[in-house]
């Protein structure tokens, strides 16, 4: 007979049966804690594998989400026709580095609506979503279209700024469609500050930074950080949408409409580190509906998979939901144009035509 290895006390003197006793309880311990351990073990390797494979549109996953979700629809979505998971998480390397670095936003201490939607009260400012396509380029569309959209808001005009650029030139604090820092974005727009989309459109790959026009580039003057709901609600309602990072959840990707909040058996994806995949969305508005008789908060948001995803490329999640981190949301203001303008010093002539 093969000793116990889980066996801790030494048998004594006449303790025989009281040793086979404990024998096969420990036997009885021991095997349980393997099938025990094995099927955890299968449980958190063996599906995540597995997940990599799957596709993001899965009929079944849809199919489930409508039957139990309380309050949103998920439906496959054109974005992601033929993508796997595996490629979804590809489009990693969005993060905060360090948010402390950043002043908080001060405010007045202005009292905000219930419900509000920058589409509606600026809707000259507004005029369709990015398809970020296969590069991991949220960081930078939801920093410079926000840019766009307060520039537009503070001088009632708009001007398209190119995302391209960001993704391209900013080196230092970027790594182009591998991701970027939502901390540090504003770093370069500060520094170099950005041209019209028209003159280096978006083509959603790493591509030289190099672009040709007679154009003053559009500075920011300066970015601050938002840690509260409360905090967000302010600056948005007075400045415009801010940039905030949400959680992948894998049901997260085929939502269609409603209130999204991940549903019980929703994963969040995970990068190769093992930390939750985080991905850029800018924060447009909030509002209250009800749901089976509850008064349901939300934010809405503007994401960058396309007009064909969510609500017209826009979606309503939770307010007190797992999905987004409010308290890493940032906002940045645009320098007044004219002063920009009028400042030739700070233009060194690279970025206007020979
Ligand atoms: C995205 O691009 C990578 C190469 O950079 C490629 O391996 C992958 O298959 C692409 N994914 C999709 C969905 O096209
Ligand atoms: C113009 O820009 C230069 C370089 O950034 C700066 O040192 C200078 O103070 C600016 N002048 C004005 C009037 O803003």
């Known amino acids: 007979m093969a000793t116990n290895p889980l066996r801790k006390v030494p048998p004594g003197p006449g303790r025989k049966k009281k040793r086979d006793k404990s024998f096969e309880y420990n036997l009885w311990i021991g095997s349980t804690a393997c099938v025990v351990l094995v099927g955890c073990a299968i449980a958190l390797f063996a599906p995540s594998a597995d997940l990599v494979e799957a596709l993001v549109n899965d009929p079944s996953l849809v199919a489930h989400v409508n039957r139990n979700a309380q309050g949103w629809k998920a439906a496959e979505s054109p974005f992601f026709q033929d993508w796997s998971l595996g490629d979804v998480r590809r489009l990693s390397g969005v993060k905060v580095s360090n948010a402390g670095v950043l002043a908080e936003c001060t405010l007045p201490d202005v009292t905000v609506p219930r419900s509000f939607d920058a589409r509606e009260r600026w809707p000259h400012c507004f005029s369709g979503v990015y398809d970020m396509g296969n590069c991991s380029s949220s960081w930078a569309i939801a920093a410079v279209s926000s840019m766009t959209d307060r520039l537009c808001i503070a001088q009632n005009e708009r001007l398209e700024l190119s995302v391209q650029q960001l993704l391209s030139c900013d080196q230092k604090f970027g790594k182009g469609c591998n991701g970027g820092a939502l901390d540090m974005v504003w770093n370069y727009m500060k520094e170099e500050g950005l041209v019209s989309s028209t003159c280096f459109p978006y083509k959603a790959d790493a591509l030289p930074c190099s672009f040709q026009c007679n154009e003053e580039p559009k500075r920011l003057s300066s970015a601050c950080r938002l840690s509260t709901a409360e905090q967000i609600r302010r600056e948005i309602f007075i400045n415009g949408p801010v940039v905030a990072?949400?959680?992948?959840?894998?049901?997260?990707?085929?939502?269609?409409?409603?209130?999204?909040?991940?549903?019980?058996?929703?994963?969040?994806?995970?990068?190769?580190?093992?930390?939750?995949?985080?991905?850029?969305?800018?924060?447009?508005?909030?509002?209250?509906?009800?749901?089976?008789?509850?008064?349901?908060?939300?934010?809405?948001?503007?994401?960058?998979?396309?007009?064909?995803?969510?609500?017209?490329?826009?979606?309503?999640?939770?307010?007190?939901?797992?999905?987004?981190?409010?308290?890493?949301?940032?906002?940045?203001?645009?320098?007044?144009?004219?002063?920009?303008?009028?400042?030739?010093?700070?233009?060194?002539?690279?970025?206007?035509?020979?």
């Open 245 to 354: 990072p949400i959680v992948l959840w894998n049901d997260f990707l085929i939502y269609r409409s409603g209130i999204y909040q991940e549903t019980r058996t929703a994963t969040p994806l995970v990068e190769s580190e093992r930390e939750q995949q985080l991905h850029a969305v800018k924060i447009i508005g909030w509002g209250v509906d009800s749901v089976k008789s509850f008064q349901k908060e939300y934010w809405i948001i503007e994401n960058s998979f396309g007009k064909d995803w969510g609500e017209s490329g826009y979606a309503k999640i939770e307010l007190n939901g797992k999905i987004l981190l409010p308290e890493l949301a940032f906002a940045g203001t645009p320098m007044n144009s004219k002063v920009a303008f009028f400042n030739t010093s700070e233009t060194d002539g690279r970025n206007k035509q020979a």
